[in-house]
């Protein structure tokens, strides 16, 4: 009886070995006392995005694409006839290819700085806008188009440690963003209360003029994505104990 019973507990606890997995399989852990700490966190960060680009349903990261964005302005210009202009339901694809290219760390006091570069991203939204530019009557609605290439994006983080039971857990202190993009197409179609003529004019005068046009818009652009890479954070923070991360 034994002969057959001991191989079977023995694989039994082998197989339980096996399927009881990692809970915090999607992050490469580092050593704080690692010389190459930097390299480490880096691998670790491009790790968890090539677990986001498949989905960790276990912190509720399952739809990596596309961000979504409910509205961005702009203004130029000032009086009644400065142009204004919003998009709304901006969607923007292309960002789950981000990779971190660099980190820089002071792991002591909790803070973390990475560098980041996304090929392309292509960004669809709606857009409405009312003034004149450059001596056209703009006012109108329609769709919005944008090709953004080559972005390069630094993200600084602040954590403070606490407890919660056996484990300490990281809370967002302050982060900063900063980011600009080499190569930018644009365009708006569908102009509704306008004609061809109206249409190309504002084309040619977006497209000549989009790394000022995209000046204008950072601020907004800026505070939107802090909320969402807060949240990003917050969420990871929140889910995975510091020491799964940095031991
Ligand atoms: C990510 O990059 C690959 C390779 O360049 C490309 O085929 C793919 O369309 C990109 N993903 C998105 C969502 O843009």
């Known amino acids: 009886m034994n002969k057959i019973v001991v191989p079977i507990v023995c694989l039994l606890y082998s197989l339980q070995g096996i399927v009881a997995q990692d809970p915090f399989y999607f992050l490469k852990q580092c050593h704080r006392d690692d010389p190459n700490i930097n390299i480490c966190l880096k691998q670790s960060a491009n790790y968890l995005i090539a677990n ?21 302005s702009i203004a130029l210009g000032s009086g009644p006839d400065g142009y204004r202009a919003s998009f709304r339901n901006i969607h923007g694809y292309g960002v789950s290819n981000i990779s971190v290219t660099a980190v820089r760390s002071d792991v002591n006091s909790h803070q973390f700085q990475f560098t980041m570069y996304i090929p392309k991203v292509s960004v669809r939204a709606n857009y409405e806008s009312s003034g004149i530019l450059i001596l056209v009557q703009a006012s109108g609605g329609g769709q919005y188009w944008g ?46 209360n306008g004609n061809s003529v109206i249409q190309a004019a504002l084309n040619l005068f977006i497209n000549t003029n989009a790394q000022e046009l995209l000046k204008e818009m950072k601020p907004d652009i800026k505070k939107k994505l802090l909320l969402i890479m807060s949240n990003f954070v917050e969420n990871v923070f929140a889910n995975v104990p510091y020491d799964a991360w940095i031991l």
């Open 147 to 192: 090709e953004y290439e080559g972005i390069k994006c630094k993200v600084y983080i602040r954590a403070s440690p606490h407890r919660i039971g056996q484990r300490t857990f990281l809370s967002l202190q302050q982060i900063k963003m900063d980011f600009s993009v080499k190569n930018i197409r644009m365009g708006v179609e569908n102009v509704h």
């Open 52 to 72: 986001i680009r498949r989905g960790i349903p276990e912190i509720g990261l399952t739809e990596p694409e596309p961000v979504i964005i409910d509205e961005i």
